[in-house]
């Protein structure tokens, strides 16, 4: 038969570390397949896609900025990925038909469970700072895991409401200004802003205001432990990384690729932590 092809599609698409994970499954399991990396012009997602429809490309996962679009092209959408508003994950049916799913908040709630066991994060109100596709996406996912108030917050108030008022009842806006609030009895907060990338200051919020046993996450994970989690920790909170959210949606993501579990033999982690140079923990 012919080699598999699958990829991830973002732009900028160079830094993803998805082709590292789901190469070194690929290899560890002996499959004739290769995952990689497309960067379509920002404004051309759609036509890059409308291509492959039908064709020998099995699948893409979705990056940065093109999961909105994804979804759009897609025939058929899983309810996760219709409640996201986003797809990072389409397939490509040989009848010509794109399915659309969306895998990251699974990522999400896994990554709490393996990181922070002793919280159960569904069990009362979360925090979700930002308001971008990862807050919705993250949001979208505790109000489906049952959660009972999930809270959003944005530096702009405006486009929090936005979000809270497509979840519905369950959903409550904060402007940034009012986190103390937010963060009262709260038994998780992530961080789904962009602030925190290498280089960049961090947002800077009252963690402090969070109950002891609150577990705080940061969706950025380069560097691997930002100033955020660097506070949370200060203030010994259980702390949750991006990078874990990454690697758990990669699983899900290479099974609906490649039609099997990805190899256990693989510890797709140390291979990400070596690769960001953050091996040292
Ligand atoms: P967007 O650019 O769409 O969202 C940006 C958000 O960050 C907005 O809410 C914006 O607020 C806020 N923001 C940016 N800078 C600041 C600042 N200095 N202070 C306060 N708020 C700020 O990004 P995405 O939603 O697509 O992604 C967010 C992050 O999540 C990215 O870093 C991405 O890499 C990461 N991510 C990680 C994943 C993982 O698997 N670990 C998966 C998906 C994303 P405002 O509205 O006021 O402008």
Redesign the pocket.
């Known amino acids: 038969g012919a080699t598999r092809v699958a990829g991830i599609a973002g732009n900028p698409v160079i830094h993803s570390l998805s082709p590292l994970i789901h190469n070194a499954w690929i290899e560890a399991a002996g499959l004739d397949a290769v995952y990689v990396p497309f960067a379509p012009q920002a404004d051309d997602f759609v036509r890059f896609a409308e291509g492959l429809r039908g064709g020998s490309v099995r699948g893409l996962n979705i990056t940065?900025p093109f999961k909105e679009a994804a979804l759009s092209v897609a025939n058929q959408a899983s309810q996760r990925a219709t409640l996201a508003g986003a797809a990072n994950l389409i397939v490509f049916n040989a009848d010509g038909t794109i399915v659309a799913d969306n895998v990251?908040g699974l990522?999400l709630l896994e990554a709490f469970a393996a990181q922070a066991p002793g919280v159960d994060v569904t069990s009362g109100p979360v925090v979700v700072i930002?308001?971008?596709?990862?807050?919705r996406g993250a949001a979208a996912a505790f109000a489906q895991a049952g959660c009972p108030e999930v809270r959003v917050v944005?530096?702009?108030l405006a486009?929090a409401e936005m979000i809270a008022g497509a979840l519905g009842e369950q959903a409550r806006a904060f402007a940034?200004s009012d986190c103390e609030k937010a963060f009262d009895g709260a038994r998780a907060v992530v961080n789904?802003?962009?602030?925190g990338?290498a280089g960049q200051e961090g947002?800077s919020v009252p963690l402090e205001a969070t109950p002891v046993d609150c577990a705080v996450m940061d969706?950025?994970?380069k560097p691997l432990i930002t100033p955020f989690l660097q506070r949370a920790q200060a203030l010994r909170r259980p702390t949750v990384d991006?990078?874990e959210?990454?690697v758990r949606?990669a699983i899900p993501s290479f099974e609906a690729l490649f039609g099997a579990p990805p190899p256990a033999s693989v510890d797709a982690r140390a291979i990400c932590l070596e690769a960001i140079g953050a091996a040292a923990e």
């Open positions: 940065m990251d990522g930002g308001a971008g596709g990862a807050a944005n530096r702009t486009r940034l789904a802003t962009s602030a990338l947002l969706m950025v994970y991006g990078l959210m990454l949606q």
